[in-house]
């Protein structure tokens, strides 16, 4: 018996490979993503906001702040007047009459898809740790950096996936409201990859903060808010007239984004509790 209680003190379990683990990882979250109904919410909400932007075109909104009657003219001024449905993809933010903050079609485009892909994973993480599950992932399935690995690729893969359904629903809106499709496709393309590789940095700064914050899903809704519209210009990088070197730059700047922010997240932790 003492030698057999030895033997068994002595035994060690290999940990299985890297590979392997990140591969059980994925399917764990990409399975609990195709499962989950907020997934298919945002992918909706994604396809309806070309709709409400072009039903908002040219509409007058609150202009100049302090606007007073004595400046009625100043007091509104006209959104974003929409003519070809690609305008939806370049539109960079503000009104293109006056610099108007409450133009709706200024903010609401296909940028804003970065944040809702952030918002997908604060719900995911939040969850994690709410439900305890964390610590199971950790305990017996993988390691930090495997969490931040599968997180990170299914952020991506959500915010790709809600461009998709974006360009979908713009095409669609364009159709019913009779708008102008003329483009230049090579640019039209290269602004959409260029916009994907952008999620690679987008999604990994958002992991960050929902790890960071943990189960506090309010906080990491406010802060990736916050963080969303300060980086908010960087998304308008990519516009109709991308070219193969904006797609260049878009993927070196996911990568090299998506490994910075993606070792701060694992940092994060490293040194934190996981509850």
């Not at 713009?170 to 090579?186: E, P």
């Amino acid at each position: 018996m003492t030698a057999q209680n030895t033997m068994a003190s002595n035994e060690t379990f290999a940990s299985p490979p890297f590979g392997n683990r990140v591969k059980s990882m994925l399917k764990l979250d990409f399975y609990r993503l195709f499962h989950t109904p907020v997934f298919y919410i945002f992918l909706l909400i994604a396809a309806i906001i070309p709709a409400m932007i072009i039903g908002t075109s040219g509409m007058e909104t609150p202009g100049t702040p302090g606007a007073g009657v004595g400046n009625s003219a100043q007091a509104t001024a006209p959104s974003i007047e929409i003519t070809n449905v690609w305008q939806l993809i370049e539109s960079t933010g503000g009104s293109a009459a006056a610099d108007n903050p409450m133009d709706f079609g200024g903010y609401a485009n296909i940028n804003m898809l970065f944040i809702f892909a952030g918002l997908l994973m604060a719900i995911f993480v939040a969850h994690d740790y709410s439900s305890g599950f964390v610590k199971n992932i950790f305990t017996v399935h993988s390691k930090k950096l495997d969490y931040i690995i599968s997180k990170s690729a299914v952020g991506i893969f959500s915010g790709v996936a809600m461009i998709i359904t974006y360009v979908g629903g713009t095409v669609f809106a364009g159709l019913l409201t009779g708008k102008a499709f003329d483009v230049n496709m090579s640019g039209l393309i290269q602004c959409l990859i260029s916009k994907a590789f952008l999620m690679g940095i987008f999604c990994s700064l958002f992991l960050g903060i929902a790890v960071f914050f943990r189960n506090k899903l309010w906080m990491t809704i406010i802060f990736t808010f916050l963080f969303g519209m300060m980086f908010y210009p960087a998304a308008s990088v990519a516009t109709l007239n991308s070219t193969v070197i904006t797609m260049l730059i878009t993927l070196i700047a996911g990568v090299l984004g998506a490994i910075a922010c993606g070792s701060i997240s694992s940092l994060f932790l490293k040194k934190r509790d996981l509850v």
